[in-house]
């Protein structure tokens, strides 16, 4: 039986210092939520769990305005699992393929569960009795220190799209963290998930990147969405501690029209600033008490070879470039980049289309 964390929103750390630099040091004092992912996730690897060692990846930052932060992690490429073969983005969950009922039980870190006054509301509200239950297990291929996996109820066999209650305990597991490293992401299918089985990716990167700051256009500020700027085209939602379940609301309709639409997407969640349409003065920017969630429709990707480089999935549109080959890590430019990213993002039209869409399917709610 793995062991719990058990948490209240009084376990929010509300405001997490970011530095000005391109570092963001690991958390002087870790929360107690950290401490459970890094030194259970320590342990497994000192045991020899993962399909590989990840020591220090060697990192650079590109030079440019984007900031792009790139890492050498060769290993994850060669030794990560094949990925299932996905043909929609609307896949049924299939128990013949691997998914994570099949994992080894040393894998699982630990269970997060909401205390009974969160579940007794729930209940009030007419749902279910029921733990809310999240699963945390350790991801095998690593692509940085800390990685692991959320995994809402394996039992249930979700298969790999959002709900409502996977992308609220996505934002409050950044909330939890005292480290303004601490990333949640995840991968829709046709936007490279390799599992169709429902799970959210989260990992410590030691580095800032430019979404925790870069200004954004109002679009429903009322419903927290907002447009990206000097960004690959995408949306942006933000949220403060009491506002979590609200937001994970309306984030939740939004994915759920483009998965009904058949547009595959990423998400990334971050500590970082409230959007504005303009830089921010030196003390907004350095604020850590909100969440940001960045959503990205994007083209599908069903069985297309994968970029020799790095592949457009988990974290690449974020800034974060886990690249696959030291030629490409040593060598690429922001511009090679930049063009790797596009040729996978919706067209200019076909994204202005889908933002007046959401736009009024969000002001009918």
Same mark, same amino acid.
């Given at each position: ?128 009795? @029921? ?32 709900? @409502? ?132 429709? @994007? ?67």
């Amino acid at each position: 039986m793995p062991c719990q964390f058990i948490y209240r929103k009084q376990d929010f750390v509300l405001d997490v210092c970011q530095n000005n630099g391109n570092s963001s040091p690991r958390a002087s004092s870790p929360s107690k939520f950290d401490t459970c992912i890094q030194a259970g996730w320590t342990e497994r690897m000192e045991k020899g769990l993962f399909r590989y060692h990840l020591g220090d990846l060697q990192t650079r930052i590109l030079p440019g305005p984007c900031g792009y932060v790139a890492q050498l992690n060769v290993q994850r490429g060669i030794e990560r699992r094949k990925p299932e073969e996905i043909l929609s983005i609307q896949q049924e969950f299939s128990a013949k393929q691997f998914n994570f009922n099949k994992i080894n039980p040393e894998e699982i870190l630990f269970e997060m569960i909401k205390d009974r006054e969160v579940n007794k509301g729930l209940e009030d509200k007419g749902q279910s009795h @029921r733990p809310c239950r999240m699963v945390v297990l350790i991801n095998v291929s690593p692509l940085e220190f800390g990685h692991c996996l959320f995994v809402p109820d394996p039992l249930s066999c979700f298969p790999q799209i959002l709900t @409502r209650f996977a992308i609220q305990v996505g934002i409050e597991s950044v909330f939890l963290s005292s480290d303004p490293g601490f990333r949640v992401g995840f991968n829709s299918l046709g936007a490279f998930a390799s599992v169709n089985h429902l799970h959210l990716h989260g990992y410590y990167l030691n580095h800032k990147l430019k979404i925790e700051s870069t200004p954004a256009k109002p679009l429903l500020p009322e419903k927290a969405f907002y447009r990206l700027l000097d960004f690959p085209a995408g949306f942006l939602f933000y949220t403060e501690s009491e506002e979590v379940e609200e937001v994970a609301r309306v984030i939740c309709e939004v994915t759920d029209f483009l998965v009904d639409g058949n547009i595959a997407h990423n998400l990334f969640l971050t500590r970082g600033c409230q959007p504005l349409d303009s830089i921010q003065n030196e003390k907004d920017h350095c604020s850590g008490k909100g969440v940001r969630i960045a959503l990205w429709p @994007r083209k599908s990707c069903f069985g297309a070879k994968e970029e020799s480089s790095f592949n457009v999935a988990l974290c690449e549109l974020a800034g974060h470039l886990p690249f696959k080959n030291k030629k490409d890590y040593e060598l690429s430019t922001e511009k090679d980049v930049v063009d790797i990213i596009q040729r996978c993002l919706l067209t200019d039209s076909e994204f202005m289309r889908l933002e007046h869409q959401l736009t009024c399917h969000l002001k009918d709610l």
